[in-house]
Nanobody, 115 residues
Framework: QVQLVESGGGLVQPGGSLRLSCAAS????????MHWYRQAPGKQREFVAN???????NYADSVKGRFTISRDNAKNTMYLQMNSLKPDDTAVYYC?????????WGQGTQVTVSS
């Protein structure tokens, strides 16, 4: 069973930066489409960004130009570099791995943007 573990969350001031990581177990990470989602208190979980096995990326309009998704297949790890953070970015951030055989979520990591 594939497992995903997020890390890198924390408390940051507005305008600051954080880098989230999502480490996957198993041998097939390179074949997964990897996603970041987030869920703020009282709101539905929303799409943030994704990256294909070939490295193509997509972003939600709310994070374009501020967030960068990347992956290192040799390390079975995906990243989300978050710059120019705003209070509205406060949420639990989840990674997700998708292929024809799996659809797996991580446990989430809290990001709080506050002064």
């Amino acid at each position: 069973q594939v497992q995903l573990v997020e890390s890198g969350g924390g408390l940051v001031q507005p305008g600051g930066s954080l880098r989230l990581s999502c480490a996957a177990s198993g041998s097939f990470f390179q074949f997964y489409v990897m996603h970041w989602y987030r869920q703020a208190p009282g709101k539905q979980r929303e799409f943030v960004a994704n990256i294909t096995p070939g490295g193509s990326t997509n972003y939600a309009d709310s994070v374009k130009g501020r967030f960068t998704i990347s992956r290192d297949n040799a390390k079975n790890t995906m990243y989300l570099q978050m710059n120019s953070l705003k209070p509205d970015d406060t949420a639990v951030y989840y990674c997700k791995a998708v292929s024809t055989l799996i659809d797996i979520w991580g446990q989430g990591t809290q990001v709080t943007v506050s002064s």
